[in-house]
């Protein structure tokens, strides 16, 4: 990935003149490309670690896994926030881990595990680098030094069970790596978040990660069947059958722990076989209600999409959801739905078939499948487009919740309001798009894309109008993330998600599994 951007340096685009009308009619942005500093011109703190320190690194991994050097630190420096990438615009000292390590098996991660913890070394579990929410920080705490822990020699599929449906996974597998393998054998593991380009199998378990086709597969940690952990204290290896009453799942502790409990080594996860058929259907409501309506009839009634995602009217109004024609004549009015079903040829009819009388009787109207196929083939990109807009000057980021359909209104318009004014106060106006990302019988998430101008300190002006929309999420009965994990930047609402004994015993389980506090500081426990 670019060390100042999303992704692929090759898959930059720039903005359309739909977009930047948009930002110039809205926003009053006129796009003028925004000073940042090249690779060359970058400082990096200096690294804190001694020779003696980096010789018995070497001594673990190799002289070629240790990475002490301005370049290969800054790419491991942080995540892909906007937060992230506005402090890679910094001109002054930038931040990086003082070494990136790539260990190359579970005995090379314990022996780095004992002698940082003997040193007083901090680690960061380092997988694909797409957290949004400070994850990756090279935070020292107390420590004398931090290094990134690079998990990316982990790239093996280390079993197939076809007749069980399971996988045993590398954590340092990107999401297209695991579905080669997968393909290559027939199947599939049907994991698809607008990260799945970069992010890695350990990387989805650490964060709780829900990809695009939750409808139809579910989340991640509804996938995983077991995984392994080497943590301070020892190997967890957990998981023995599909199902089981042998008291708490402790799978649950590692899953959702963002490298603060363990380093997550290997995971095995339910698979399918890769679907036959894929249809799709793209839908408008005259309104989100009547929308939202729809879509918790769909899976209250079971009907079985594989992906099934509502854009507010906003979202819609500006073509968000199909990034190729972002600003540009609107594909319908009032909302976008889409749907897309994926299986055998008949369990694609069936489902299509009820899901579709379903939304008519609600109040849908068809727009065939076009739009749908818009969709998917842009799903991966938007990120992208952030990029273009940091640099014309527009402040652009996206934040995500959950919670009971009965809330959704209520937590909608209390996030709408906490950041356009927010953002008001701090001299822009502020386009707000939301969609309906993943549902569930009993609530949905709820994702928002914002837009603004860049005013003052860019970074800050972020950091107050996130404050003010979690605040909102808090006050209203939400959870502070729905999939984009805790990280440093939603650390500050974790005692209101939990409660203080939820705290207490979260500081417990880290006591016992890394007594010396080494991993990943500053993230996930107040």
């Not at 995540?79 to 002054?92: A, E, I, Q, V, Y």
């Not at 964060?207 to 579910?218: C, M």
């Not at 502020?430 to 860049?454: D, E, K, M, N, W």
Request: a negative charge; glycine letters at 10%.
């Amino acid at each position: 990935m670019a060390w100042n951007a999303w992704g692929d340096p090759d898959a930059a685009t720039p903005l359309s003149p739909g977009i930047r009308s948009l930002l110039t009619q809205a926003l009053g942005i006129e796009a003028d490309p925004v000073a940042e500093p090249t690779l060359d011109q970058v400082r990096v703190r200096p690294s804190a670690l001694s020779g003696a320190d980096q010789d018995a690194m070497i001594a673990i991994v190799g002289a070629d896994n240790v990475v002490v050097d301005d370049r290969g630190r800054l790419l491991r420096a942080g995540g892909k926030s906007t937060l992230d990438l506005l402090r890679r615009r910094d001109f002054g000292v930038q931040d990086a881990p003082d070494a990136v390590l790539v260990p190359g098996d579970d005995d090379e991660v314990a022996a780095l595990l004992r002698f940082c913890a003997d040193h007083s070394i901090a680690i960061v579990p380092f997988g694909g680098g797409t957290s949004v929410v400070g994850g990756l920080d090279p935070l020292r705490g107390d420590f004398k030094a931090v290094v990134s822990l690079d998990l990316r020699r982990f790239d093996r599929l280390h079993a197939l069970d076809e007749v069980s449906g399971e996988a045993e996974l590398g954590a340092g597998l990107t999401g297209p790596q695991a579905e080669k393998l997968l393909g290559e054998r027939g199947f599939s593991l049907g994991h698809f978040p607008q990260s799945f380009c970069f992010a890695t199998i350990g990387g989805f378990a650490a964060t709780r990660s829900s990809g695009q086709d939750s409808a139809g597969y579910g989340r991640f940690d509804d996938m995983v069947r077991g995984l392994r952990a080497i943590t301070p204290a020892g190997v967890l290896d957990l998981g023995r059958a599909p199902a089981s009453a042998a008291g708490p799942d402790l799978r649950q502790v590692l899953i959702g722990s963002e490298g603060a409990f363990g380093v997550i080594t290997r995971v095995r996860v339910r698979v399918h076989p890769v679907p036959e058929v894929t249809r799709y259907e793209a839908w408008s409501f005259p309104d989100f209600a009547t929308g939202a309506d729809a879509l918790r009839a769909v899976v209250q009634t079971g009907t079985g999409p594989t992906v099934i995602r509502l854009s507010d009217e906003a979202e819609t109004g500006v073509n968000l959801a199909t990034t190729e024609s972002i600003g540009e004549q609107q594909i319908t009015g009032g909302c976008l739905a889409i749907t897309a079903f994926e299986g055998t040829e008949a369990h694609v009819a069936s489902r299509h078939a009820e899901t579709r009388d379903l939304l008519l009787a609600k109040g849908a109207t068809s727009l065939g499948e076009a739009p749908a196929r818009a969709w998917e083939h842009g799903r991966f990109n938007a990120p992208y487009l952030r990029d273009a807009l940091l640099s014309a000057g527009a402040l652009c980021e996206t934040l995500e919740t959950a919670t009971t359909w009965s809330n959704v209104p209520t937590l909608k318009a209390a996030v709408t309001d906490a950041l356009t004014r927010s953002l008001a106060d701090s001299g822009t106006p502020a386009l707000v798009l939301c969609h309906i990302s993943h549902i569930y019988p009993t609530g949905a998430s709820l994702y928002f894309t914002v837009v603004a101008a860049q005013r003052g300190n860019p970074i800050e002006q972020w950091r107050t109008a996130k404050a003010a929309a979690s605040d909102a999420m808090v006050r209203t009965g939400a959870t502070i993330t729905h999939h984009h994990a805790v990280g440093a930047d939603h650390r500050p609402w974790m005692r209101d998600e939990v409660g203080d004994l939820g705290v207490t015993l979260l500081r417990a389980i880290k006591a016992a599994l890394d007594p010396t506090g080494i991993l990943n500081p500053g993230k996930l426990i107040p």
